[in-house]
């Protein structure tokens, strides 16, 4: 049973800690995605790797957001120092690259900074 | 700027009745049109798709409609059940190998028995 395996799946900090998010994408995929999700913004695209590379992170805070791909089964997304602001879920998704292909979501790693 | 609006935000329909959530999207280049469903506690997973060159798809209980004029999909999910409850998303993207969803903000569906 192929699926996205994401870690923490919980997870309550304190603001400026360090926070780190693990994703196990479905093996043979190439592209990974993160995603974050608030009540507010709905689904919103942070970050995604095609290959092990990164394409686009245009939709991460930069100053305190990263997000890497230290080999081709795990994707890694950081948080430092996290704020009460970036409590959210956070899903990490995989698919075959080509546009078009279903994308597979893992069940989130839910945040909560206080 | 959002570039898939989705709605109603939410909504309640009767067991047996028709489900219906619209979305309307702006970039012309958008090729496929998934809907996702999320169940609470759990990640959005594909329930269906369509491509421009139909104006119908049709899986069950489940149909997409789709008119490329105007620019706008919907979904519908006919004999509606209580298990049909869940958050839906429509998204869409493009035609190139690098494009990626863009999701329109989620329909809460609560199906009363």
């Known amino acids: 049973d192929a699926r996205v395996t994401q870690t923490p799946r919980h997870k309550v900090t304190e603001m400026g800690q360090e926070v780190t998010m693990r994703c196990q994408p479905i093996?043979?995929?190439?592209?990974v995605f993160w995603y974050r999700q608030t009540m507010m913004q709905g689904l919103e695209l942070l970050a995604y790797?095609?290959?092990?590379?990164?394409?686009?992170d245009s939709g991460m805070p930069k100053d305190r957001f990263s997000a890497e791909m230290p080999d081709a089964t795990l994707a890694t997304l950081k948080i430092q120092p996290s704020e009460p602001r970036d409590s959210a879920v956070y899903f990490c998704?995989?698919?075959?690259?080509?546009?078009?292909?279903?994308?597979?979501f893992g069940e989130g790693s839910w945040l909560t900074v206080v | 700027q959002q570039q898939v609006k989705q709605s109603p935000q939410s909504l309640i329909v009767q067991k047996g009745g028709i489900s219906i959530i619209n979305c309307a999207y702006e970039?012309?280049?958008?090729?496929?049109f998934p809907w996702y469903q999320q169940f609470p506690g759990k990640g959005p997973a594909l329930l269906i798709a369509?491509?421009?060159?139909?104006s119908e798809k049709k899986e069950g209980r489940f149909t997409i409609s789709f008119n490329k004029s105007a620019k706008q999909f919907s979904l519908h999910i006919m004999d509606s059940q209580p298990g049909d409850s869940a958050t839906y998303f429509c998204?869409?993207?493009?035609?190139?190998?690098?494009?990626?969803?863009?999701f329109g903000k989620g329909t809460m569906l609560l199906v009363s028995p």
């Open positions: 093996l043979g995929h190439n592209t």
């Open positions: 790797f095609r290959n092990r590379a990164p394409l686009d």
């Open positions: 970039n012309t280049a958008f090729d496929y």
């Open positions: 369509i491509r421009p060159d139909v």
């Open positions: 998204a869409a993207s493009g035609r190139t190998g690098y494009s990626t969803l863009t």
């Open positions: 998704a995989s698919g075959l690259g080509s546009a078009g292909n279903t994308i597979y």
